[in-house]
C-alpha cells in the first residue's frame, strides 16, 4: 500500500505534578495541526475533544527514556486502548483511539518521546496535512523526518514562516526521499480565538504528487489542479437531484414573494428573496430528516412550512437566483483565524467556508451565506472571520461543458465606526427601597450586530467564537423578572445595523443596610476580552476580532434620603497601543448619576513585545466587571 513512514522526536521537561499526570494517559505523537483538530468545537468542547491521531497509522517503533542529574534511562511505555469522543463538522462520534501510558516519572524529569510509523496515503484525504512544529505544551528539542520510497509519488512541502530554517536534509535525486527538520525551545501552540499561528508559527504543508511516467519530472501542485478535482463534483451535486420537482415549489415561492417587492432590480431582488429566508425560514437538517416520524417529502411541503432541506439548500439558492435573472457561482472563504491563501504555494485548506458570490459587475461582488442553524446572514453580510479574508471564486457557468475558471479576490471588511455597540439604561428605585428598574436600548452596529443579533430573537449564536459574545446585557442574579428583550429596528444592508428593546426588574440587586444601599451589576457589562489568554510569551502577536467601540451607559435615578458614596470604584482612563478603556461613575445633576464603560480598540494585531497593553487594559475590565454602585444615607 502507499504509505509514508513518519519519524518524531519530542523532548519535554516535566515541571508540575499536572505535567506528570498528563503522561499518565496520552496520545503521541500529539496532533500535527491543533487548529484543524479543533476546527468548528465550541470552546467549552475542547477538553472533551479527543484526537487519536495515529488510530489508522501503524506504530513501527516506539520508546521514551528519561533524563535526570545527567543520567539516561530507558522507560517503559504501556499501550491504552479507549474509546474516544471526537468532534468534526458531523457533530459527535465514538473511535476507537489509541493512546499511551508513562508511570515511571517524576516532576523536574526531561521526558524523550520517539515514535515511527506508517501513514497510509488516504489518511491525507480526510485529515490536515498541515504539520506544525509547536504543539499543546513547550518543546526543549522537536525533530521530524518524513521517508518516502514511493515509485510514481514524490512528497512537496510548502514551508511557511520561516519552517525552511529548520530543514536540515532533503532529496538530491529522484530515489528514496529524506526529508528532516529540526528545531529547539519550542512555545505552545496557542489555539485560542486571539492568536494567528498560522500566520506566525512554522509548519509545513505536505502535497502528494504524481511523478510524469515519461521524464519523472514533477507536476508542481497548483491551486487550480487541485481544487478543480473536487469542485467539479460540489458543482454537479445539486443538479443531479430532485432538480424537476423542486423547480415549480421554487418558482411559485419566488414569484410570490416578488409580489412584495417594488425595486426592479435584479439583484435587489434576490437580496431581498435571501433575506426573507433569514428572517422567516429554518434549516430542516439532515438528522432531523432521518430522525422525524413525520417526514416532509415533497419541495411544496418544504417551503410551506418555511423550511430549508439542508441537502438541497445549494439548489435552491442557484435557481432562486435563476428566476431573479442572476447566476450564483460556487465560492469559499477562508476562515483567516486558522488558514490563508498563498497564491504561489498550494496549502491544503481545511477550514473554507462555503458560499455563494454574484457579479454585479465592476469587480462589484454580492456574497450569500447559505442558511445554518447558528447564525443567519443577509445578502452580503459576513463574520469578521472571513473578513478581508481570501476568496475563492469558481466561474461555473459552462461547467456542464467542463471549463471552470477561478478568481482570487479578498472579501469586504470594517472599521471601528461601523462595529459599534451601545447599550443605555435608565434605572429607577421604588420607594421602599425593595426592587430596581432597569429600561433602555441596545444598539448593535457592524460585526456586534452580525453576531449577536440572533440571541435576542432566534435565541442562536455562532459556537465558535469567543463566548461574551452571547453574554446580554442583564445580571447574573437569576432573580430578574418582567425581562424584556425585543427587536424593534432591523437594517438588512450594511453595517446592519439593529435596535433592540432591553429591560428587567430586580429584587436581589439591591442591598441595604442602615446607612447604605448598594446596586450589585455584576454581569450587566460585558466588554469581549479573553479571559484565560497567556499573554506573556514573545513570539505570537495578539489579534483582534475587529475593531470596535463598546459602551455601557446607565443613567441611574437616586432615591430621596441618599447620595452618591465616596466608596464607588475609582474613575479610570487608560490609552496605550491596544485602544482605550474608560470607566466613571460620575454626578449630572437632579439626582442623577451616570456609570459609564466604553472600551475602543482601532487596530488589527498588538506586536508580541507590545502585549502588554492588552494585559494593562483587561485587567481593568476584569476589575470593573462585577462593579457594585455605592449609594450612602443622608444624615
Known amino acids: 500500500e502507499d504509505s509514508i513512514v513518519m519519524t518524531v522526536l519530542i523532548q519535554y521537561k516535566v515541571n508540575t505534578e499536572k505535567g506528570k499526570e498528563y503522561f499518565s494517559s496520552f496520545c503521541f505523537p500529539e496532533s500535527f495541526d491543533p487548529l484543524s483538530d479543533y476546527f468548528g468545537v465550541p470552546e467549552n468542547q475542547w477538553k472533551k475533544v479527543a484526537r487519536p491521531v495515529c488510530a489508522h497509522c501503524k506504530t513501527l517503533t516506539l520508546g521514551a527514556r528519561k533524563i535526570n542529574g545527567g543520567k539516561t534511562e530507558e522507560i517503559p511505555v504501556e499501550l491504552i486502548r479507549t474509546e474516544e469522543s471526537i468532534y468534526n463538522s458531523a457533530g459527535k462520534i465514538k473511535a476507537d483511539g489509541t493512546r499511551f501510558s508513562i508511570k515511571k516519572i517524576n516532576t523536574g524529569d526531561e521526558l524523550q518521546l520517539y515514535i515511527r510509523y506508517k501513514i497510509p496515503a488516504e489518511f491525507f484525504l480526510t485529515n490536515s496535512r498541515r504539520f506544525f512544529f509547536n504543539g499543546v505544551f513547550p518543546k526543549q528539542q522537536y525533530e521530524l ?10 512528497l512537496n512541502f510548502y514551508q511557511a514562516n520561516k519552517a525552511s530554517n529548520y530543514l536540515l536534509t532533503y532529496p538530491e535525486g529522484l530515489g528514496t526521499e529524506v526529508f528532516n527538520w529540526k528545531a529547539d525551545d519550542l512555545y505552545p501552540l496557542s489555539m485560542q480565538g486571539c492568536f494567528r499561528p498560522a500566520k506566525e508559527l512554522p509548519f509545513i504543508a505536505l502535497f502528494l504528487s504524481k511523478k510524469w511516467k515519461d521524464n519523472g519530472n514533477l507536476r508542481k501542485s497548483k491551486w487550480s489542479v487541485v481544487l478543480k478535482e473536487g469542485i467539479d463534483e460540489a458543482l454537479k451535486m445539486p443538479f443531479l437531484r430532485f432538480r424537476d420537482v423542486a423547480t415549480p415549489a421554487i418558482t411559485k415561492f419566488a414569484e410570490q414573494r416578488s409580489k412584495d417587492i417594488r425595486d426592479t432590480n435584479r439583484i435587489e431582488k434576490l437580496n431581498y428573496l435571501n433575506n426573507y429566508i ?16 413525520d417526514r416532509i417529502t415533497t ?56 458560499c455563494l458570490a454574484l457579479n454585479a459587475g465592476k469587480n462589484n461582488l454580492f456574497y450569500y451565506k447559505l442558511k445554518n442553524s447558528t447564525a443567519n446572514y443577509f445578502a452580503n453580510e459576513l463574520p469578521f472571520y472571513e473578513e478581508n479574508s481570501n476568496a475563492l471564486i469558481f466561474i461555473t457557468r459552462n461547467f456542464t461543458q467542463g471549463k471552470i475558471s477561478c478568481i482570487v479576490t479578498t472579501t469586504p471588511s470594517s472599521g471601528v465606526t461601523d462595529n459599534v455597540r451601545q447599550i ?40 465558535s467564537i469567543n463566548p461574551y459574545y452571547s453574554k446580554k446585557p442583564f445580571p447574573s442574579i437569576n432573580a430578574s423578572i418582567n425581562k424584556k428583550e425585543n427587536v424593534i429596528k432591523q437594517s438588512e444592508s450594511f453595517p446592519f445595523k439593529s435596535d433592540i428593546e432591553i429591560g428587567f426588574e430586580s429584587e436581589d440587586m439591591l442591598k441595604k443596610t442602615e446607612a447604605t444601599l448598594s446596586i450589585d451589576l455584576t454581569g450587566i457589562i460585558n466588554h469581549v476580552i479573553w479571559d484565560n489568554a497567556d499573554l506573556s510569551d514573545s513570539v505570537l502577536s495578539f489579534y483582534n476580532d475587529f475593531r470596535f467601540k463598546d459602551v455601557y451607559r446607565i443613567k441611574l435615578q437616586i432615591p430621596a434620603g441618599y447620595k452618591l458614596s465616596s466608596e464607588n470604584s475609582p474613575n479610570i482612563k487608560i490609552i496605550n497601543e491596544f485602544g482605550k478603556y474608560e470607566f466613571k461613575i460620575v454626578e449630572l445633576g437632579n439626582n442623577l ?43
Open 424 to 463: 443605555i439604561y435608565e434605572t429607577t428605585i421604588d420607594p421602599d427601597l425593595k426592587r430596581i428598574s432597569f429600561t433602555g436600548k441596545l444598539m448593535l452596529s457592524g460585526q456586534f450586530s452580525t453576531l449577536t443579533r440572533d440571541l435576542y430573537s432566534k435565541k442562536t449564536a455562532d459556537p
Open 278 to 293: 433569514v428572517k422567516n425560514f429554518a434549516l430542516y437538517t439532515i438528522k432531523e430528516k432521518l430522525e422525524s416520524d
Open 299 to 354: 419541495p411544496d411541503q418544504y417551503f410551506k412550512q418555511q423550511l430549508i432541506d439542508e441537502s438541497e439548500k445549494e439548489f435552491v439558492y442557484r435557481e432562486l437566483a435563476k428566476k431573479t435573472g442572476n447566476f450564483l457561482n460556487y465560492t469559499t472563504i477562508f476562515d483567516n483565524r486558522y488558514e490563508y491563501y498563498d497564491s504561489l504555494n498550494y496549502i491544503p485548506e481545511r477550514s473554507s467556508r462555503v
Open 145 to 154: 523526518w518524513f521517508v518516502n520510497s514511493f515509485q510514481q509519488t514524490s
Open 593 to 635: 448619576v451616570l456609570l459609564e464603560s466604553s472600551f475602543l480598540s482601532d487596530v488589527d494585531f498588538v506586536a508580541p513585545q507590545k502585549k502588554y497593553a492588552v494585559t494593562e487594559i483587561y485587567k481593568a475590565i476584569q476589575t470593573n466587571r462585577n462593579v457594585v454602585l455605592k449609594l450612602q444615607k443622608l444624615p
